[in-house]
């Protein structure tokens, strides 16, 4: 009996998916649940499990194929035996056996995940076939604090990871192509240029009063709370009671129509191998620090393993992001459409400062403020930033709410 293999149903923003990876070819086996392919659309990749027991039969497509939702992918005989393979009568007697980062892992995924995470494909062991590393088990050893004591030997990169280099007049090139998410992002950041008329103000703030407060506070909280107080629940909070006060800034454009939003889905910007991505945290005024500390480390870590839906991704209300990280120390960021703001934050770096007529050291940030000018005035977007600006270096104002 032959079982179809389809392409899961996509969200409504998502038109279509490209074949990423095939993990199976005709005549492989497969066992219920397992992942035959990857499929990468502009804001996730995601898997297709195979439906039944059996053997590949048929593959409609290869990789690198544009399909849509609902197309047939793939055939599989159920209750099928694989044919044996002369490499399975190795066992365990070849040492080279699955031992290189290509033969554990052929998925993207997983390789990329191994990257990201500092990981050897040697420290995991894998629980797919032949003995191949999947997604779930990175994502189990790193939630289980990277226990496992195996020796760690460098893998040899691909040819797709090398630099460029030259030498006896050979002049290199390599073309790839781009990929979904990074062509969506490229797409909606001249959408924000062409569209919105975009301008940027810039402010600086003495970060002392939080790095204080944070050297007093930091244990405790960790201890209580189980996560490390950073510095983007003091900005995410600071944002939140400034847009209550502007709500211009936390609002959208709809086409001949302003969307004035009662409450403040703000999304953090998150930088992966694939690209930008903007999980979003839901009715952030009534989280608590803690809260938001856990909710961004969540999300952040789940982005960079491929973990977020789609649904996470969408309906945000204002955006900031952090190229301070990277020790960018000024930069303009773009508007994430149909948003009409968005906050950058920016390397801390300490620099002499005038307080009561004495030169002093402080650790300074400069903070921009992207806004859509045919909304927002220039006045609220000065005003909006200085609101910001206040509370961070008082940050009992944020307690006070004043």
């Known amino acids: 009996m032959l079982i179809e293999v389809k392409v899961p149903a996509l969200p409504e923003s998502v038109a279509d998916a490209t074949i990423a990876t095939w993990h199976k070819k005709v005549g492989d086996g497969v066992t ?39 197309q047939l992918l793939a055939r599989i005989e159920a209750g099928a035996a694989a044919k044996p393979s002369e490499t399975k009568q190795q066992d365990h007697n070849t040492p080279d056996e699955v031992s290189t980062f290509e033969d554990k892992s052929t998925s993207p995924v997983v390789r990329r995940m191994l990257a990201e995470n500092d990981l050897e494909p040697n420290q995991i062991k894998g629980s797919g076939k032949d003995g191949r590393i999947t997604k779930e088990d990175v994502v189990a050893f790193i939630e289980s604090g990277r226990s ?156 960079r393993l491929g973990k977020l839906s789609i649904e996470e991704m969408q309906g945000g209300t204002f955006t900031i992001t952090n190229g301070g990280v990277f020790g960018s120390l000024l930069a303009t960021p773009i508007i994430n459409p149909p948003q009409t703001g968005i906050l950058g934050m920016h390397k801390i770096q300490e620099r002499a400062v005038v307080e009561n007529s004495q030169i002093v050291i402080r650790p300074m940030m400069y903070i921009a403020l992207s806004y859509d000018h045919r909304l927002i005035d220039g006045k609220d977007s000065v005003l909006f930033l200085v609101k910001v600006k206040e509370m961070l270096e008082d940050p009992s104002r944020i307690l006070l709410n004043v």
């Open 148 to 303: 496992n004591d195996a020796p760690i030997e460098r893998p040899k990169k691909s040819n797709d990871s090398l630099p460029l280099t030259s030498s006896m007049g050979v002049r290199e090139e390599r073309r790839v192509p781009m990929s979904r998410l990074r062509a969506k992002v490229a797409e909606r950041l001249l959408e924000a240029q062409h569209n919105a008329a975009m301008l940027t103000t810039f402010n600086e703030v003495n970060l002392q009063a939080i790095m204080d407060m944070r050297a007093d506070y930091k244990d405790v909280f960790e201890k209580k709370h189980g996560v490390k107080l950073g510095f983007m629940s003091f900005f995410t909070k600071a944002v939140v009671e400034s847009l209550k006060l502007f709500p211009a800034v936390n609002a959208s454009i709809d086409q001949q129509d302003i969307v004035y939003h009662g409450y403040y889905d703000v999304g953090i910007a998150v930088s992966t191998e694939r690209g930008l991505v903007v999980p979003v945290l839901r009715d952030v005024d009534q989280m608590s620090m803690a809260d938001i500390e856990k909710a961004i480390s969540d999300k952040a870590t789940r982005a």
């Open 32 to 70: 219920r649940d397992e992942n035959i392919l990857d499929l990468e659309t502009d804001k996730v990749v995601l898997e297709v499990p195979a439906p039944t027991d059996g053997v590949i039969k048929e593959l409609l497509f290869k990789e690198g194929d544009v399909v849509q939702s609902g």
